[in-house]
């Protein structure tokens, strides 16, 4: 039994700490300059960043952990935006998807 849990918007629902913020501030032009530029900051996890695939991976393993530890005969695959869960029989793929959502 195999079961696809899509996590969408999976950088979007990282939120960054209030320090490391104004690391991730953008400006924002104006028409033609015509006033000075609006300033930013991210709240969440911005997707376009060289290592924020990397980061949001660490998150959904920190997440996972405990289901990897409760149910270790199951298969639980993060990959990009996507879990994929694999048990020999549904109501064990139940109980896991159950627990890892």
Not at 6 to 19: A, R
Not at 58 to 71: D, G, H, I, N, T
């Amino acid at each position: 039994e195999v079961v696809v849990i899509d996590l969408k918007d999976c950088f979007f629902t990282i939120p960054l700490d209030l320090k490391d913020r104004e690391k991730f501030a953008f400006s924002v032009p104006s028409v033609n300059h015509a006033e000075p530029c609006k300033r930013y900051q991210w709240r969440v996890l911005p997707q376009g960043m060289k290592n924020s695939p990397t980061i949001c991976q660490w998150f959904v393993a920190q997440a996972l952990s405990p289901v990897r530890e409760k149910y270790v005969d199951c298969y639980c695959y993060h990959y990009m935006d996507d879990i994929l869960l694999a048990a020999e029989d549904q109501r064990e793929l139940k109980a896991l998807e159950q627990l890892a959502v």
